[in-house]
């Protein structure tokens, strides 16, 4: 595929499970993006990473989210005992840069609802 | 720390006509750079367009334009002969002087978003 892709598309979750939520970059995208999107806001940067390393957490609202990308491609997204506020779209992004722009391609999103 | 200002909640525009959706940004760095998605509801980010804080012309993609105006930190987006797929959320975003690993690397702070409703 050409595209960024996200699994799965839809989750829901009872309060206090754990979730994971996966990402698919366009192949040879060295940057990865992770966003949380809560529902009729803007989406809100969580974690970044340059091949494998993760070089910017500072989004990450607790020690519940882990995120990974151990070869440096596909990216997970773990969240740990969910809570209702953590109900959002989770959106992947990778990102190349062309002529000066880092153009970033999104995903289409994990709708997370916690109930 | 950066911020970005969509003051539009909802914009409303009759097919074919124009329309302008606001956008005003705040940050310290010189070096910026400010891009338009547009979301239908499908909920896939799409970008539209760009600009860098150094371009001295105002970018354009197609119907797409994008008014800068760096004195007022403001950076409009402007559709011309609006239609019907346009219908959906818009949001403006800036990259900022973010570095790791000694690179920029284009993280992104979005705005509220504007919902535009594109009548027949």
Sequence with gaps: GAGVSQSPRYKVAKRGQDVALRCDPISGHVSLFWYQQALGQGPEFLTYFQNEAQLDKSGLPSDRFFAERPEGSVSTLKIQRTQQEDSAVYLCASSRRRAGVYEQYFGPGTRLTVT | ?120
């Design chain 2, 1 to 120: 720390a950066q911020k970005i200002t969509q003051t539009q909640p909802g914009m409303f525009v009759q097919e074919k006509e124009a329309v302008t959706l606001d956008c005003t940004y705040d940050t310290s760095d010189p070096s910026y750079g400010l891009f338009w998605y547009k979301q239908p509801s499908s909920g896939e980010m799409i970008f539209l367009i760009y600009q860098g804080s150094y371009d001295q012309q105002n970018a354009t993609e197609g119907r797409y334009s994008l008014n800068f105006q760096k004195a007022r930190k403001s950076a409009n987006l402007v559709i011309s002969a609006s239609q019907l797929g346009d219908s959906a959320m818009y949001f403006c975003a800036m990259r900022d002087g973010f570095t790791a690993g000694g690179t920029s690397y284009g993280k992104l702070t979005f705005g509220q978003g504007t919902i535009l409703t594109v009548h027949p």
